[in-house]
Structures are given as structure tokens and as C-alpha cells.
């Protein structure tokens, strides 16, 4: 008998402290098997709802490449029809693919003088110089943590894809600090005008629009300095975990009328320039799971979104055209 002040212990064999930790297991599992089955159901039931909101045409045109097991930016070639510009997302080196229509490789281009920590975004427009050609605006943008106290735009002349692999100097890197701190961010657009429009990429918090107007990037280029742009718009775009609404991309259509920001499975359309308080132009137009993982969004001279996608284990990311009519 145990007397007063004093503890019994009692032995827990090696045996016990198994059982424990399996037990300990078991749960675990139980508890990830039950949230992932809610996960699905909620898609499920999302992609039912959200049918009658799917794109009017879908036309697949090709498997990414093996070199493009991320695809996460892209630019349309004005100079060469049918060519399209991306790179890989961070673990790349500074590198731009050119793909034809069938996303078949048509060159590798490596960019000198930059480097490459997260690449997410790219946009082909107007150079902010005078240029004969076109220029490629590769962001590297992300920042899943956000602690970067600021991010790169490198500049970059168009290549000629027709003269297969190269390397090129970038034309300069704008350097980007948001004023009220860090961000994630995985959507660049570019208007006709040259004024950029970085979307950020937000998992507690909604996505916002920073505006770099194309006199300010010349200026920066010219001096060196950093560009704070002022402080961002809103967009009511509420990110979901379950339905994976978090914002890879985004485009102006070739009339500037019309921002398009696209998330894993959905496209939004929001009239440009934003208004006050802006919302999005009906329901957004609803992709499921047509790619394996959604990122990169850009829209042709006919009105088309073209899309890339990345490559999550064994599925190869997708190559499509489709039509979603705001």
C-alpha cells in the first residue's frame, strides 16, 4: 500500500509506448482521410454548381515539354504568331522557353546579367525604351512566406525563336517594394500603353492590384532605384483552400478593357482601369480541374485565354485554348 506523500509509479514498457504512438498514428491518418474526403466532396460539389460557368470552347493544344515541368508565366509573340514565351517556377536557372501551338520546344534562352530565386509571372508588350521589338517581362515575384523586402521585373528584349538556343543580356531589372510590406505574387500584366499590374497571391487575405506606370519603370531603369508603387487595390477575390482559389495569373485583354486573373480552377474578369470598389463581371468562368495545376493566363489577338500548367507528379502540365466571354 502506497503510503501518504508518496507516488506509485508504475513501469510503461517498451511495448506500451508502441501502442501509444501507433495509436497516436491511426489518428492522424483518420484525421487527414476524413479532411481530404471533405476536400473532394467540396470540389465535387463546387464543380457541379459551377458548370453552367464552364469556358464556352476548350481546345487542348499539347503536353508541356519535359524541360517545362513548371511552367508558370507566359507571353504571346506578336513578331512570330503561334509562338509562345514561359519559364519553370523557382529551381530553374534565369531561362525563357519558346513553344509553338503544339507546345513542342522551339528554343532555350538563357538571360545573363540576372538571377533567378522565384520566377512566377510573365508578360510580352511594349518596351518601356523605344524598341523595334517587343519586350518579355519575367517577375520574379513570389514570395510564399513574404519576407523579401523587395522583387524583380527583368526586362527582356524579345528573342528571335527562330534561331534556336541562345543567350541574351537582359535589357535591366526593375526593382519592385510594395509600401506595405512584403507579398506573394504570381500575376503579371502588361497594357498596351506598357503600364504593368502585379496581382498578388494571398492565402489569409484577398488579392490585391499594384499599378507600375511605364514612366516610372523608365525612370527606375534609368536610375537604379527602387520603384514603391502606391498603395494597391483590393480585388474581392476571397482565397479558399478547399476550392484552391489562389490567384497564378493574370492578363489585360488586347484592348485594355478587361483585367483577367485566373486562380487553379476559375477566371475572373474585372473591367480596367479598376474601378473604386471593383467586382468582377458576372460569374467567373469555371476551368475544375482541365489543367493539373492551373498557373499562367494570356489572351490572344482573337479573345482566347491561353493556359499552361505545371506538371504535379506523373500528370504532364497542359497547353490550352479556351473561351470564357466575360
Given at each position: 500500500?502506497?503510503?501518504?506523500?508518496?507516488?506509485?509509479?508504475?513501469?510503461?514498457?517498451?511495448?506500451?509506448?508502441?501502442?501509444?504512438?501507433?495509436?497516436?498514428?491511426?489518428?492522424?491518418l483518420a484525421y487527414l482521410s476524413v479532411m481530404r474526403a471533405r476536400a473532394e466532396r467540396a470540389q465535387i460539389l463546387e464543380a457541379a454548381r459551377r458548370q453552367p460557368f464552364a469556358p464556352t470552347e476548350i481546345v487542348p493544344l499539347g503536353e508541356m515539354p519535359p524541360e517545362l515541368d513548371e511552367s508558370s508565366g507566359l507571353g504571346l509573340s506578336h513578331a512570330h504568331p503561334g509562338v509562345f514565351w514561359t519559364h519553370n517556377d523557382s529551381g530553374d536557372e534565369p531561362r525563357i522557353y519558346a513553344i509553338d501551338e503544339q507546345a513542342m520546344l522551339l528554343a532555350t534562352v538563357d538571360i545573363e546579367g540576372v538571377t533567378a530565386r522565384d520566377w512566377e509571372a510573365m508578360t510580352l508588350g511594349r518596351c518601356p525604351r523605344a524598341s523595334v521589338r517587343s519586350c518579355l517581362y519575367a517577375a520574379d515575384i513570389g514570395d510564399n512566406?513574404?519576407?523579401?523586402e523587395d522583387v524583380a521585373i527583368h526586362v527582356i528584349e524579345e528573342p528571335d525563336p527562330v534561331a534556336g538556343d541562345a543567350s541574351v543580356v537582359a535589357l535591366g531589372t526593375v526593382r519592385v517594394r510594395y509600401p506595405d510590406g512584403p507579398r506573394d505574387a504570381e500575376g503579371l500584366a502588361i497594357t498596351s500603353r506598357g503600364d504593368l499590374a502585379i496581382v498578388t497571391k494571398a492565402r489569409a487575405r484577398p488579392s490585391v492590384v499594384f499599378t507600375l506606370p511605364v514612366d516610372q519603370i523608365r525612370a527606375v531603369l534609368a536610375s537604379g532605384e527602387t520603384l514603391t508603387p502606391e498603395f494597391g487595390q483590393v480585388l474581392p477575390i476571397e482565397p479558399d483552400r478547399e476550392t484552391r482559389r489562389y490567384v497564378t495569373g493574370a492578363a489585360f485583354t488586347p484592348a485594355d478593357d478587361w483585367l483577367v486573373v485566373r486562380t487553379y480552377e476559375e477566371v475572373f474578369f474585372f473591367g480596367w482601369p479598376l474601378s473604386p470598389d471593383p467586382r468582377p463581371f458576372g460569374e467567373a468562368c469555371f476551368l475544375g480541374e482541365l489543367d493539373p495545376q492551373g498557373e499562367a493566363v494570356a489572351v490572344d489577338a482573337d479573345g482566347w485565354l491561353v493556359l499552361t500548367s505545371e506538371s504535379p507528379g506523373r500528370r504532364r502540365g497542359q497547353l490550352h485554348r479556351v473561351r470564357c466571354e466575360p
Amino acid at each position: 500500500m502506497a503510503t501518504k506523500g508518496t507516488v506509485r509509479k508504475f513501469p510503461v514498457g517498451r511495448r506500451t509506448v508502441v501502442l501509444v504512438l501507433a495509436l497516436v498514428a491511426v489518428t492522424g491518418l483518420a484525421y487527414l482521410s476524413v479532411m481530404r474526403a471533405r476536400a473532394e466532396r467540396a470540389q465535387i460539389l463546387e464543380a457541379a454548381r459551377r458548370q453552367p460557368f464552364a469556358p464556352t470552347e476548350i481546345v487542348p493544344l499539347g503536353e508541356m515539354p519535359p524541360e517545362l515541368d513548371e511552367s508558370s508565366g507566359l507571353g504571346l509573340s506578336h513578331a512570330h504568331p503561334g509562338v509562345f514565351w514561359t519559364h519553370n517556377d523557382s529551381g530553374d536557372e534565369p531561362r525563357i522557353y519558346a513553344i509553338d501551338e503544339q507546345a513542342m520546344l522551339l528554343a532555350t534562352v538563357d538571360i545573363e546579367g540576372v538571377t533567378a530565386r522565384d520566377w512566377e509571372a510573365m508578360t510580352l508588350g511594349r518596351c518601356p525604351r523605344a524598341s523595334v521589338r517587343s519586350c518579355l517581362y519575367a517577375a520574379d515575384i513570389g514570395d510564399n512566406r513574404e519576407r523579401r523586402e523587395d522583387v524583380a521585373i527583368h526586362v527582356i528584349e524579345e528573342p528571335d525563336p527562330v534561331a534556336g538556343d541562345a543567350s541574351v543580356v537582359a535589357l535591366g531589372t526593375v526593382r519592385v517594394r510594395y509600401p506595405d510590406g512584403p507579398r506573394d505574387a504570381e500575376g503579371l500584366a502588361i497594357t498596351s500603353r506598357g503600364d504593368l499590374a502585379i496581382v498578388t497571391k494571398a492565402r489569409a487575405r484577398p488579392s490585391v492590384v499594384f499599378t507600375l506606370p511605364v514612366d516610372q519603370i523608365r525612370a527606375v531603369l534609368a536610375s537604379g532605384e527602387t520603384l514603391t508603387p502606391e498603395f494597391g487595390q483590393v480585388l474581392p477575390i476571397e482565397p479558399d483552400r478547399e476550392t484552391r482559389r489562389y490567384v497564378t495569373g493574370a492578363a489585360f485583354t488586347p484592348a485594355d478593357d478587361w483585367l483577367v486573373v485566373r486562380t487553379y480552377e476559375e477566371v475572373f474578369f474585372f473591367g480596367w482601369p479598376l474601378s473604386p470598389d471593383p467586382r468582377p463581371f458576372g460569374e467567373a468562368c469555371f476551368l475544375g480541374e482541365l489543367d493539373p495545376q492551373g498557373e499562367a493566363v494570356a489572351v490572344d489577338a482573337d479573345g482566347w485565354l491561353v493556359l499552361t500548367s505545371e506538371s504535379p507528379g506523373r500528370r504532364r502540365g497542359q497547353l490550352h485554348r479556351v473561351r470564357c466571354e466575360p
